[in-house]
C-alpha cells in the first residue's frame, strides 16, 4: 500500500519565478492538506482540498494556490517567489470523513535564491 | 491566537532509559490532540493522538497524558531506543474526523545516547 508521495523531492528557484509541487494521497484518502515547514520549525498549514474544492485555508497570501484533480491528486502552486518561501513543503492525505488521522509524505525542499 | 507550544527544544537521554516530551497548548476547542516523530529528510511520522474528553493513551512504548486543566500534553517513551532520536511535534486540531487543520508547536529534538 503506497502511502502519500511527493515530486520533486528537491528544486532550485530564483526570486519572482513559479513553482509547482505535485502530491499523490495515501490510498483510501481523498482529502489533501499542504503544509509549510521552515527549518526549524513546526508545519504550517496553507490549504485543504477536498471534492476538488479548497476546503479550509491558513494564513497564507493569493501566491499560494493549489488544485485537486478527480483522482484525488493534488498541486500546489506557488507565485513571484521569495527568498521567505524556501522551505520544507509537506503534503498530508486523510479520509474526508470517518476515521481522523493525517499522513504525511516526505516533502519537496525549496530553495529560493 | 492559537498556539500549540513546547516547553524544551531539546532532550538528550541515555539508551533504555524513559523519555518525557512536554507540550502546552491553548485552544480549549480542540477536539484531538496529536503527537508526530520526524526523523531528518523525512515528513511527520503520526505516533499517537487523544481525544480531549480522555486523559491518557497508550501505545506501543509510547503514552501520552493530557491534562485539559493547565492545557498542558506529554508524550512519554519508554526504554527509549538510539532509533527514537528524532524531533518530535505535538499538534492539535478541531473537526479531526473530517481532517481538521493541524496546528503544531515547534518541536523538541530527541538524542538517544547510547
Known amino acids: 500500500d503506497a502511502g502519500v508521495t511527493q515530486s520533486p523531492t528537491h528544486l532550485i528557484k530564483t526570486r519572482g519565478q513559479q513553482v509547482t509541487l505535485r502530491c499523490s494521497p495515501k490510498?483510501?484518502?481523498?482529502?489533501v492538506s499542504w503544509y509549510q515547514q521552515a527549518l526549524g520549525q513546526g508545519p504550517q498549514f496553507i490549504f485543504q482540498?477536498?471534492?476538488?474544492?479548497?476546503?479550509q485555508r491558513g494564513n497564507f497570501p493569493d501566491r499560494f494556490s493549489g488544485h485537486q484533480f478527480p483522482n484525488y491528486s493534488s498541486e500546489l502552486n506557488v507565485n513571484a517567489l521569495l527568498l521567505g518561501d524556501s522551505a520544507l513543503y509537506l503534503c498530508?492525505?486523510?479520509?474526508?470523513?470517518?476515521?481522523?488521522?493525517?499522513?504525511f509524505g516526505p516533502g519537496t525542499r525549496l530553495t529560493v535564491t | 491566537g492559537e498556539s500549540v507550544g513546547l516547553h524544551l527544544p531539546t532532550l538528550s537521554v541515555q539508551e533504555g532509559d524513559n523519555s518525557i516530551i512536554n507540550c502546552a497548548y491553548s485552544?480549549?476547542?480542540?477536539?484531538?490532540f496529536i503527537w508526530y516523530k520526524q526523523e531528518s529528510g523525512k515528513g511527520p511520522q503520526f505516533i499517537i493522538d487523544?481525544?480531549?474528553?480522555?486523559d491518557k493513551r497508550q501505545g506501543q512504548r509510547v503514552t501520552v497524558l493530557l491534562n485539559k486543566t493547565v492545557k498542558h500534553l506529554s508524550l512519554q517513551i519508554a526504554a527509549t531506543q538510539p532509533g527514537d532520536s528524532a524531533v518530535y511535534f505535538c499538534?492539535?486540531?478541531?473537526?479531526?474526523?473530517?481532517?481538521?487543520?493541524?496546528?503544531f508547536g515547534q518541536g523538541t529534538e530527541l538524542s538517544v545516547k547510547p
Open positions: 498530508a492525505s486523510s479520509p474526508g470523513t470517518g476515521a481522523g488521522g493525517q499522513y
Open positions: 490510498s483510501g484518502h481523498d482529502t
Open positions: 482540498y477536498y471534492e476538488e474544492e479548497e476546503r
Open positions: 485552544n480549549s476547542a480542540s477536539d484531538y
Open positions: 487523544i481525544r480531549s474528553n480522555m
Open positions: 499538534a492539535e486540531t478541531r473537526d479531526y474526523n473530517q481532517g481538521g487543520k493541524l496546528i
